[in-house]
């Protein structure tokens, strides 16, 4: 059986309801009893995309304290900069700050950057933004790849 997956705000419950219940009851004929479940949104996948195209961007214009990164390291460097910058406002991600043992300190602790996928949808959008703004203090030239993907974000959440 093919997954469902869609999200319903308050806007379209009445709706989704009659595609969810037909679903729902297509899979139970068919296999006895099926598994719903029901999660918060996280982020979007046209939010994972730009960010992506973004840190991507900043990987190869930038260095990071000197050194160069790959866009994974990059990736989590600046998840963990941005993170820092949260809890230093008083405002930490919905899903805090982790520390590990250090292996290279004694006594030390490391942190583990955040996941994005777990990111809310709200604090996908302020890392697009924040994504910008360091960018910007850097002279980092987003490519046209980068721009169309804002715009039609842009176009999507306030659409």
């Given amino acids: 059986m093919a997954g469902y997956s869609a999200k319903i705000t308050d806007i379209n419950i009445d709706q989704m309801m009659p595609n969810l219940v037909s679903f729902i009851k297509k899979g139970v004929e068919k296999y006895g009893a099926v598994q719903v479940d029901l999660t918060r949104v996280n982020r979007s996948i046209a939010q994972n995309s730009l960010f992506h195209a973004q840190i991507g961007e900043i990987a190869k214009q ?60 709200e604090e996908g959008t302020e890392f697009i933004n924040w994504l910008f703004a360091y960018g910007a203090e850097r002279n980092v030239r987003f490519n046209d790849d980068v721009t169309r993907q804002y715009e039609a974000y842009l176009a999507m959440i306030d659409g």
């Fill in 62 to 121: 930038t260095k990071f304290n000197g050194t160069e990164l790959s866009a994974d390291g990059a990736k989590e460097y600046l998840v963990l900069l941005f993170s820092f910058e949260l809890e230093q406002e008083q405002r930490p991600l919905s899903q805090g700050l982790q520390y590990i043992p250090s292996r290279k300190t004694e006594g030390g602790w490391m942190p583990v950057p955040p996941k994005t996928s777990r990111f809310k949808i």
